[in-house]
């Protein structure tokens, strides 16, 4: 069997060797008070993915799951180069970006009669009919088509040849374990492969195949063949949006000659050292955040380890990015135009 290194290993190992990219333990810990009051509310919780989200799917269903399975496969890449500029999709009267308008797109082929969700559809779909299904509502194609393209006939297929043309199936083999399911993802998937090399060692962020086993838990709601004990054994998402959220608030900071390289708009290539020790920092630095939130409640007397873990505090750092955009703008997020993020 392959080895993947656990991506919160190589988060502590990429952290501890650091130069241009620093966790601040005390701001981590600011942090945590900061989400003391919030984590213990309704929208920091699992219910959150579908109250706070119109766009998710409603049902607890294999069908669910399989829409799932589709855009996690293409959630990467939707930074624009121009903020004036981008990639936007209407879907019911309202305009949607980034990841959304992946979402967006997905469900107005549903909505057409195109059946985006199915593995014998998508692992035979032409680049053109990839094209007309993201299609934009402004003159700014969805970026990577071609990587998008590639991506899904690639996953479409292992679904088929594999799985009986669902992911619902993977679900059911993990029997119960987020781990079993992210290993069976990164066994068969090649696209979710998200390693770097860093120090001279093989590290992981695996940003997509850990989101992919979360949203299935989020959309099965923790219950049923969702109902992943070990849940918190995975990490937060690594992606570019985190990162400036938690250099914002002052858990993670970024030496001056990095800040000067990301204010001049540098495009970083997957593997980069900048990159890796910006994703790595993020990991590590969310890990603490939660290690700190649960002390927090231990000392009250609280054991919230049912209701705090990597996953929902991405999910809340996520949506706090979206909302709070204008405060962050003058935090630059790093560019790298690549399919693992």
Known sequence: MEAFPSPLDSAKFIAGKSRDVSVDEEGARRVAEGLFDKAAAAEFGLAGWKSLHELNPRAASGEAVDWVFLVDTLNFSFWSEREEHKYLVKYKGKTYSGYWSLC????????????????????????????????????????????????????????????????????????????????????????????????????????????????????????????????????????????????????????????????????????????????????????????????LYEKKGQDMREKINAVLLDYYLWDYARDHREEMKDIPFHRVRCIYY
């Open 104 to 295: 967006a797109a997905v469900n107005r082929a549903l909505d057409e009669g195109i059946p985006i969700t199915s593995a014998s559809y998508f692992a035979t779909m032409t680049l053109d009919q990839v094209r007309h299904v993201f299609r934009s509502d402004t003159e700014v194609p969805i970026p990577l088509i071609e990587e998008r393209h590639r991506v899904l006939n690639e996953s479409g297929t292992v679904l088929l040849e594999k799985f009986g043309g669902s992911f619902f199936t993977c679900v059911k083999m993990s029997e119960k374990s987020a781990q079993r399911l992210l290993r069976l993802v990164l066994e068969n998937f090649p696209s979710y492969r998200d390693e770097a090399v860093f120090e001279k060692k093989k590290v992981s962020f695996y940003k997509r195949a850990q989101i992919l086993v979360a949203d299935t838990w989020s959309v099965l709601e923790g219950k049923g063949d969702g109902s992943f004990d070990d849940i918190s054994s995975l990490t937060i998402f690594a992606d570019y949006r985190i990162p400036q959220v938690l250099v914002h608030l002052k858990a993670m900071k970024y030496s001056e000659e990095l800040m000067k390289k990301l204010r001049e708009g540098t495009i970083f290539q997957s593997g980069d050292r900048e990159e890796v020790e910006i994703r790595g920092c993020s990991v590590w630095c969310c890990a603490l955040i939660c290690k700190h939130l649960l002390e």
